[in-house]
Nanobody
């Protein structure tokens, strides 16, 4: 059974930093693109940042220059370093991965979400 386990959320003041981690576990044959999404109350879920297995990245305009996505393929883990946080970054952050489990076709998988709250 494949799981994406997130950690690192919490409460921080504006201007502060947080680092999110997401580790994939289970019988995984291949782990492809990974990313972070977020959903604020009353809003749609949106892409924050994505990263390919080779390390190519893309970011939402709202986080460029403040957030950095990275991954450790050996650990099957993706990270999101968030600096200069703003109150508008407050949301539940979800990890996403496109992967192929043993015995199943490739598909997108989601973590359970971790709350990030930025106070002004």
């Amino acid at each position: 059974q494949v799981q994406l386990l997130e950690s690192g959320g919490g409460l921080v003041q504006a201007g502060g930093s947080l680092r999110l981690s997401c580790a994939a576990s289970g019988n995984i044959l291949s782990l492809n693109d990974m990313g972070w999404y977020r959903q604020a109350p009353g809003k749609q879920r949106e892409l924050v940042a994505g990263i390919t297995p080779g390390g190519s990245t893309n970011y939402a305009d709202s986080v460029k220059g403040r957030f950095t996505i990275s991954r450790d393929n050996a650990k099957k883990t993706v990270y999101l370093q968030m600096n200069m946080l703003k109150p508008e970054d407050t949301a539940v952050y979800y990890c996403n991965a496109y992967l192929r489990p043993l015995g199943l076709p490739p598909n997108y998988y989601w973590g359970q979400g971790t709350q990030v709250t930025v106070s002004s």
